[in-house]
């Protein structure tokens, strides 16, 4: 292509180009096979350009190599040739490169199947956590299903994880409905059950399908009163809770446990004009990051959550109602000896591979992770703020840790069970062994020291009329 080579830069780019026609507009998709003129390192990366005159519809995904320029997009039609190297973000208004943008969307999910390191097997503290908030789920289920007595109750677990919490919580809330049914509603038959779960697409579905027979056949036996059975049909729903997920007004219960904390995004406002992130030695918001970090996750907390409202009350019917359980923090800073402190020990881990030589600095300082502990305070605000929600309950939990010795390993597996899809592909699978050893002795150390306070939020929540 001509275009290319009035760029001195880009002498060396070889383009492929399709065109594809999704719905109103026409784009010109490119796939651009980029080499560094200094080091000859060669990319790929595929981009959708428009070639309306000044739009450009897509971007390159995280490229940042010394002498590389990042191609962001181009405009193919005269009289505005040219070629996309950086962007004005529509958030501040001011010049920066386009953030490296991770697809947490594909890439992440909880370690599956049953081996050492899966979340089947590593996942005991988020459901004693959950079993103590559990009285608050079943109530509010309980609640609903009086007031709407629906034939057919669509209940959702978003962030559902494979493993068996998710069809733990399930059995509860099959005979928690069935307990207010007997009571208060024997005229009619038990409703149906429909359960969606929910997950990302890289979640681990089949090795909860394949628990279902067992899980059906132990149901049965549980619930079997006078002969009458309840119906229980279970599906999975692939896809980001940031988006819709299902139909408008069919799902009368959402839960959520453990999950929300999971932004959509590392917000783009972390990284400097070189596409650098400015939170140097830390993973996330941790004691050494600079002002602008922790208003730049609050920043799209606020963002992803107000869009997570709006979808679920589309889906929800009126009445219907929401428990979400999600990691937080005490007080309005961000730094404290909670949930924050943890990451700030994986880095610390990380920095102490670093100095042994096994991994480099550049990858420590380019690591970050998507999760934000919101305080109450702004969960509340939020709420208020996108308006389709009452907020009935928000309880702070702080669960109790076994006293044991071994705390700090049961933590360094179960947050690897979570973190290992990311930093596998970051660091090489190679140093995870070593890291989690290193983590669970630094936790124990820390743990022998001084408490570590671990924050959970409850929050019921009524879907306006
Ligand atoms: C720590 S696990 C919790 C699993 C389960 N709910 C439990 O309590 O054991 C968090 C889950 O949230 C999922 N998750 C994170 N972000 C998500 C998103 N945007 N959409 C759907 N699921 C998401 C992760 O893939 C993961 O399976």
Redesign the pocket.
Known sequence: MTLFNSFPWAAMLTVSATRVNPGTTELLQLTVFSACCKCSYTICFGVNISPCGHRFASAGRNVRYKNVVRFIGACTRSPNLCIVTGVMTAETGTYRWMAPEKDFERE???TGGVGRTSYARN?SL??KA?DEARHITLETLQQLYKETRPKSLGIAD????SGP??LSTIRDMIKAVESAHRQEITSHPLPEFSFLL???PG?DFNSIFKSLPDFHTELKRDTNINGDCPSVFIAAYPG???GRLFPERTIHFIYS???LH?L?KIPPAIYDDQGKSINKGCVNICSSSPEAVSKAYYSQFKEDFSIFLRHRSEELVASGRMVLIILGREGPDHVDRGNSFFWELLARSIADLVAQGETEEEKLDSYEMHFYAPSGAEIEGEVKKEGSFELERLEMLQVDKEKSITYGKAVAKTVRA?QESMLAQHFGEEILDKLFDTYGRMIEEELAKEDIRTITFVLVLKRKI
């Open positions: 992440f999910h909880m996942s988020q459901k959950s978003l962030g559902c994880s919490n998710t929910n997950d990302l979640n980001s809770f940031y446990s453990y999950s999971w959509s979570v």
